[in-house]
C-alpha cells in the first residue's frame, strides 16, 4: 500500500460483531489522486466520504464479484464499515442483492453521521456502534447465526453440505436467503473468502496459500476470476495499487 495513504480501522464491540467486521479509514493527505484498486473481500461496505469538493457524500456498496479500480481525490478521507452477510437483513434491514458490484447513495445524515464527525475517528465508531445498536430490533435467528459462524471460521473453506448439516438447515433454503439478501449463491460467498484468505500470503510473496487449496492450479484458476490477474502480479503489487495488501 503507498506511503503516502494513511489507514486505520478498529474492530466492533462483542455485541455487533457477528454483523459488523470493521471500521476502518482511508486519508489522502496529499495534494495527488492515489490510484487505488481493490478486490472482492465479501464485504458490504458504508462509505462516508469527505473532500472539498463534495463536503459529505454517503453510500451503501453491495458485495464484488470481480476487480474495482478508482482514485483517491487529493485530501480527501473515507471512513466506512465493513459489514458482514448478516447485517443485510438485522442493520440494514434490507437486502443488498440489487447492487451487486455497485452501489447506492443515501441521504445525508444517514445514522445521524455528520461531517464533523468525519474529524475524529473514533468518535464516528461510536456513534456509528449506537446506532447500529439500536437497529438490532429482533433476535437472530439461530440457523443462520450457526451459518454466519461457520463461514467465517473456515474463511469460506467449508462445503454448502456441511454447513447444512451443522445448522439444520437446508441447501436450499441457504441459497435462497443468500440469492434474496445478498445477490449470489452460499457457495460464491464462500469461494470470494478463500480468494481473500490468499491475500496474507500473497502480500509476503508467498504465491500459494498453505490452507484452503488443494492444488495451486485451483488456486490460480480462483484467484484469476475474482481479480482479473495472478497471484504472482497481487504479489508484485505494481504502483502500490492495492489497497487490501495494507502491510506493504
Not at 54 to 74: D, F, I, N, R
Not at 124 to 129: A, Q, Y
Not at 214 to 232: A, E, M, W
Amino acid at each position: 500500500m503507498k506511503s503516502t495513504i494513511k489507514l486505520a480501522s478498529l474492530a466492533p464491540n462483542d455485541e455487533l460483531s457477528p454483523f459488523i467486521e470493521s471500521y476502518w479509514m482511508i486519508k489522502n493527505p496529499t495534494n495527488k489522486d492515489e490510484e487505488l484498486v481493490t478486490f472482492p473481500d465479501g464485504g458490504i461496505d458504508l462509505y462516508f466520504f469527505h473532500s472539498e469538493q463534495y463536503p459529505l457524500h454517503v453510500s451503501l456498496v453491495g458485495l464484488e464479484t470481480h476487480s474495482q479500480k478508482g482514485y483517491m481525490p487529493a485530501n480527501s478521507v473515507l471512513f466506512g464499515v465493513r459489514l458482514k452477510l448478516l447485517a443485510a437483513e438485522y442493520l440494514l434491514h434490507r437486502p443488498v442483492a440489487d447492487i451487486i458490484n455497485d452501489r447506492v447513495t443515501l441521504a445525508n445524515g444517514f445514522a445521524g453521521i455528520e461531517i464533523n464527525d468525519l474529524l475524529e475517528f473514533p468518535l464516528f465508531c461510536d456513534k456509528l456502534s449506537q446506532y447500529f445498536t439500536a437497529q438490532m430490533t429482533t433476535p437472530t435467528d439461530p440457523r443462520k447465526k450457526i451459518m454466519s459462524e461457520l463461514i467465517y471460521q473456515s474463511k469460506g473453506d467449508i462445503s454448502v453440505a456441511d454447513i447444512a448439516s451443522a445448522a439444520n438447515w437446508s441447501s436450499r433454503q441457504m441459497n435462497r436467503y443468500f440469492n434474496k439478501w445478498l445477490g449470489l449463491p452460499l457457495k460464491s460467498y464462500c469461494d470470494i473468502l478463500r480468494f481473500r484468505s490468499s491475500f496474507e500470503f500473497l502480500e509476503v510473496g508467498q504465491l500459494f496459500p498453505e490452507n484452503g487449496f488443494n492444488d495451486q492450479s485451483h488456486f490460480i484458476k480462483l484467484v484469476k476470476k475474482y481479480s482479473s490477474l495472478t497471484p504472482k502480479q497481487i504479489a508484485q503489487d505494481k504502483n502500490d495499487r492495492f489497497v487490501q495488501l495494507s502491510s506493504k
